[in-house]
T-cell receptor, first 114, second 109 residues
Framework: DTAVSQTPKYLVTQMGNDKSIKCEQNLGHDTMYWYKQDSKKFLKIMFSYNNKELIINETVPNRFSPKSPDKAHLNLHINSLELGDSAVYFC?????????????FGEGSRLTVL | GQNIDQPTEMTATEGAIVQINCTYQTSGFNGLFWYQQHAGEAPTFLSYNVLDGLEEKGRFSSFLSRSKGYSYLLLKELQMKDSASYLCAVMDSNYQLIWGAGTKLIIKP
C-alpha cells in the first residue's frame, strides 16, 4: 500500500484555469505538508498542517489554498494558474511537527501551465 | 537569514568513495537530515543527526559538527544506482525544515 499518495501525477493546463491536487496518507501521521520543487530543484515549503490545523503558511500567493478535511488528507487548490506555477508539487507527512520524524513524500504532481 | 550550502554537482567513479559536504546557518538547531532523490522521483530519507559524530548505516554514513555548522554524507562502494541528488536539510528552533538545493551526484563506470 502506498504510504503517501497524491493525484494527479501529471497535470497540463492553460493559464487562468483553476486546478486541485489531492493527497492522502495512510501512516496515521499527524502532520502533512505541501512542497514546491521548481526547475532548479529547490524544495520550498508551502504549507504545513498538524491535525487539520494550519501551522506553516509561507509566503505563497493567496491563489493557493490548502484544505485538510481530516488529518489523513491535505488537498491543494490553485486558482488563476500562472506560468510560474509550473513545478512539481510534493505532498509529505511526518509523525508530528516536532523532533526527529522523517518526512515521507508522495510521488509528486508535475504541473505544467501553458 | 537561514542558509544551507552544498555543492551543486559532483562526479565519482563506480566502486569509489565520495563525500558530500553541507554547511548551514540557521536560527537554532534541532537536527540535520539527508535525503536522496532520484530524477523524477520523490525524496527518500537517508539519515538524521542531532548529536556530533558519525552515524553509519550500511554503505552510507553521515557526520555532524554542530560547532562548525557542518555535515557530510559519505557514500562508499559507489554503485550506478547511487546517481541521484542528495539533499541536506536542517530543522531550526521552530521545527521548520530548511532545505539545501541538493547535490547532483553522477557516477561513472
Amino acid at each position: 500500500d502506498t504510504a503517501v499518495s497524491q493525484t494527479p501525477k501529471y497535470l497540463v493546463t492553460q493559464m487562468g484555469n483553476d486546478k486541485s491536487i489531492k493527497c492522502e496518507q495512510n501512516l496515521g501521521h499527524d502532520t502533512m505538508y505541501w512542497y514546491k520543487q521548481d526547475s532548479k530543484k529547490f524544495l520550498k515549503i508551502m504549507f504545513s498542517y498538524n491535525n487539520k490545523e494550519l501551522i506553516i503558511n509561507e509566503t505563497v500567493p493567496n491563489r493557493f489554498s490548502p484544505k485538510s478535511p481530516d488529518k489523513a488528507h491535505l488537498n491543494l487548490h490553485i486558482n488563476s494558474l500562472e506560468l510560474g506555477d509550473s513545478a512539481v508539487y510534493f505532498c509529505a507527512s511526518s509523525h508530528d511537527n516536532q523532533g526527529a520524524g522523517e518526512l515521507f513524500f508522495g510521488e509528486g504532481s508535475r504541473l505544467t501551465v501553458l | 537569514g537561514q542558509n544551507i550550502d552544498q555543492p551543486t554537482e559532483m562526479t565519482a567513479t563506480e566502486g569509489a568513495i565520495v563525500q558530500i559536504n553541507c554547511t548551514y546557518q540557521t536560527s537554532g538547531f534541532n537536527g540535520l537530515f539527508w535525503y536522496q532523490q532520484h530524477a523524477g522521483e520523490a525524496p527518500t530519507f537517508l539519515s538524521y543527526n542531532v548529536l556530533d559524530g558519525l552515524e553509519e548505516k550500511g554503505r552510507f554514513s553521515s557526520f555532524l559538527s554542530r560547532s562548525k555548522g557542518y555535515s557530510y554524507l559519505l557514500l562508499k562502494e559507489l554503485q550506478m544506482k547511487d546517481s541521484a541528488s542528495y539533499l541536506c536539510a536542517v530543522m531550526d528552533s521552530n521545527y521548520q525544515l530548511i532545505w539545501g538545493a541538493g547535490t547532483k551526484l553522477i557516477i561513472k563506470p
